[in-house]
């Protein structure tokens, strides 16, 4: 795991299916200082997407199940298309360094694992 690099030397990349939480993490993490980037990577049929656009130093994958990513978004879709978001994340699901599943989990929650796992940075209190 990449997870012992300096605070303030580190790029976050943020993969995981529609919906799975990928924008509100990278949000709360900049809110913390800490440089992340959102990659939409379920959208690629480039398995590798996700080291050429962000060079990241941590990556996270946020899992999601097909019903708490519909229940989040009113999202069109069927069985099928997710399956193939998980396809084309399989390459950055195996390659992670945390894989955090988010369903049931509010933002809050999600971020504050987060930081807890990240080098030199503290969950908020709240």
């Known amino acids: 795991m990449k997870l012992s690099a300096q605070r303030d030397h580190f790029t976050i990349a943020i993969v995981g299916p529609c919906a799975a939480g990928k924008s509100s993490l990278a949000r709360g993490l900049a809110e913390h200082g800490i440089r992340a980037k959102q990659v939409v990577q379920e959208h690629s049929f480039v398995p590798e997407m996700w080291q050429v656009i962000a060079h990241p130093d941590i990556l996270i994958y946020l899992d999601a ?3 708490s990513c519909g229940q989040r978004k009113s999202l069109n879709w069927h ?3 997710y399956d193939e978001q998980l396809s084309r994340l399989s390459h950055a699901r195996e390659h992670c ?3 955090i599943q988010t369903d049931g989990q509010s933002e809050g929650t999600v971020l504050k694992e987060v930081l807890s796992k990240l080098p ?3 969950p908020p209190s709240n």
């Open 65 to 67: 199940s097909f019903q």
């Open 79 to 81: 069985q099928g298309e």
């Open 97 to 99: 360094d945390l894989l």
């Open 120 to 122: 030199h940075t503290h």
